[in-house]
């Protein structure tokens, strides 16, 4: 596992839709690959080996995947941004993985279409 990283830029909070996530998704090799965690995108292009075309998390890539890193899951229909159903054990889960991507890739943006169930508790928090 990678450490923290003390290089990293300060965080950008350029608005992209889920659908323009998905242009990230580590397919086009000429463009970076995305990752959103509760509405922030993290720029996960070093690790193109994990998150790339084949890797072995490229389920969670171009997308807010959420709700699967709050299940431990890899599964595909896991991989969606509604994560208010997670019950509170997997919400430290899925904060786990925030704190640490926070760590270690710069934030390049925020999803701004967000499902309304976890839109209402992130402003919540900001």
Same mark, same amino acid.
């Given at each position: 596992?990678?450490?923290?990283?003390? !290089?990293?830029?300060?965080?950008?909070?350029?608005?992209?839709?889920?659908? &323009?996530? #998905?242009?990230? @998704?580590? %397919?086009?090799?000429?463009?970076?690959?995305?990752?959103?965690?509760?509405?922030?995108?993290?720029?996960?292009?070093?690790?193109?080996?994990?998150?790339?075309?084949?890797?072995?998390?490229?389920?969670?890539?171009?997308? !807010?995947?959420?709700?699967?890193?709050?299940?431990?899951?890899?599964?595909? &229909?896991? #991989?969606?941004? @509604?994560? %208010?159903?997670?019950?509170?054990?997997?919400?430290?889960?899925?904060?786990?993985?925030?704190?640490?991507?926070?760590?270690?890739?710069?934030?390049?943006?925020?999803?701004?279409?967000?499902?309304?169930?976890?839109?209402?508790?992130?402003?919540?928090?900001?």
């Amino acid at each position: 596992m990678q450490g923290p990283r003390d !290089d990293l830029d300060p965080p950008k909070y350029d608005p992209f839709t889920l659908k &323009e996530l #998905a242009q990230y @998704d580590g %397919s086009d090799e000429s463009k970076p690959i995305y990752v959103s965690i509760k509405g922030d995108v993290f720029d996960v292009t070093r690790k193109r080996d994990v998150y790339g075309k084949g890797g072995s998390y490229n389920t969670f890539s171009g997308k !807010d995947g959420s709700k699967g890193l709050g299940k431990s899951s890899l599964k595909v &229909e896991d #991989a969606i941004a @509604d994560y %208010s159903t997670l019950p509170e054990n997997e919400m430290k889960v899925l904060d786990d993985w925030h704190t640490f991507f926070s760590k270690r890739y710069n934030i390049v943006g925020r999803v701004t279409d967000m499902p309304e169930a976890v839109s209402k508790n992130r402003c919540a928090t900001l």
